[in-house]
């Protein structure tokens, strides 16, 4: 990862080609955001849990060391924007 190269953007933000903003175009459909709930993490430590349940130690482990390609890693990116932003409060009314 790298710092951000674009001077519009926050320059205290690691830039990590474009995944962690693909993760938050993907949180834009309230759809996206019901999949942390139902879809597991498929291997690893917690195989078997649900993304949204997911530690935030853990989360922040994938965000130093990269995140999964294809829609596991936009999911935990998401993830982990949300937890790292304290914002895991937004689930609550999909887990209704």
Known sequence: ???CPNDR??????YDGGLLTSA?????NSEKLAL???REMPYG???GRM???LPGHYLDWFAR???PSGELGALIALMYELDHNDLRALLDPLRR
Do not use: C, N, Q, W
């Not at 953007?9 to 690691?14: A, K, M, Q, R, W």
């Open 1 to 3: 990862m790298s710092p």
């Open 51 to 53: 993304i949204a349940d």
């Open 65 to 67: 060391e990269g995140f």
């Open 45 to 47: 430590k917690y195989k």
């Open 9 to 14: 953007l926050d320059p205290g933000v690691i």
């Open 24 to 28: 938050i175009r993907f949180a834009m």
């Open 36 to 38: 942390l709930l139902t």
